[in-house]
């Protein structure tokens, strides 16, 4: 079965300083793997996705992402944190052969301190 | 803007009422979906629809009951709820079911329920 961690509920980073926030994966066949944000008061919104090749994906806002097959993982990164970046972050994976179906982590709460 | 529309955005209600949550989506897609988003907890998939059936129900109590007219709209008629049933309820749509390769789910802001 796949499921999603996300080890951290709350990351604190200072303005201009570069942010990760983490995420293991679990998945039978090979991952398809998600990150989505969520601003207060509004539903997500897709930041990026990693389906095959290069192991650096880069998305919106900046944001970039590392999958690591050895270590199942794809933690989200950004170079130079911004207040604007504070909200809720979402991991999700599914298997190739599934249905799209995302299985979600419960979410890193990233403040970023100005 | 996603181009998913939820309606209401916040809803109060008693265990014996009625309710309906709507949702509305603008970008042709096929596929739509309910999920349910409480504190500290994963995104609960509740349902899924693709072209009008439902494809999933992941075991959700029959106080939960959805019906999807067309691929554009999306209702989930709520009674006899529980106050554990309070939480954010997101609507998604996505262009099919089995979307090898993107899987990129867009959301609606979200019906924010309370039951009293």
């Known amino acids: 079965a796949q499921s999603v961690a996300q080890p951290e509920d709350q990351v604190n980073v200072a303005e201009g300083n570069p942010l990760t926030v983490k995420c293991t994966y679990s998945v039978s066949g090979n991952p398809y793997l998600f990150w989505y944000v969520q601003y207060p008061n509004r539903g997500l919104q897709f930041l990026l996705k990693y389906i095959t090749g290069d192991n650096l994906v880069k998305g919106s806002y900046g944001f970039e992402a590392e999958f690591n097959k050895s270590q199942t993982s794809f933690h989200l990164k950004k170079p130079s944190a911004l207040v604007s970046d504070s909200a809720l972050y979402f991991c999700a994976v599914r298997d190739e052969d599934g249905a799209n179906n995302l299985f979600f982590g419960t979410g890193t709460r990233l403040t970023v301190i100005p | 803007e996603t181009g998913v529309t939820q309606t209401p955005r916040h809803l109060v209600m008693g265990m014996t009422n009625k309710k309906s949550l709507k949702c509305e989506q603008h970008l042709g897609h096929n596929a739509m979906y309910w999920y349910k988003q409480s504190a500290k907890k994963p995104l609960e998939l509740m349902f899924v629809?693709?072209?009008?059936?439902?494809?999933e129900n992941n075991s959700v109590p029959s106080r939960f009951s959805p019906e999807c007219p067309n691929s554009s709209h999306l209702f989930l008629h709520l009674h006899t709820l529980q106050p554990e049933d309070s939480a954010l309820y997101l609507c998604?749509?996505?262009?099919?079911?089995?979307?090898?390769?993107?899987?990129?789910?867009?959301f609606g802001e979200g019906s924010r329920l309370t039951v009293l």
């Open positions: 629809y693709n072209f009008k059936e439902q494809t």
């Open positions: 998604a749509s996505s262009r099919e079911i089995r979307v090898a390769g993107t899987g990129e789910l867009f």
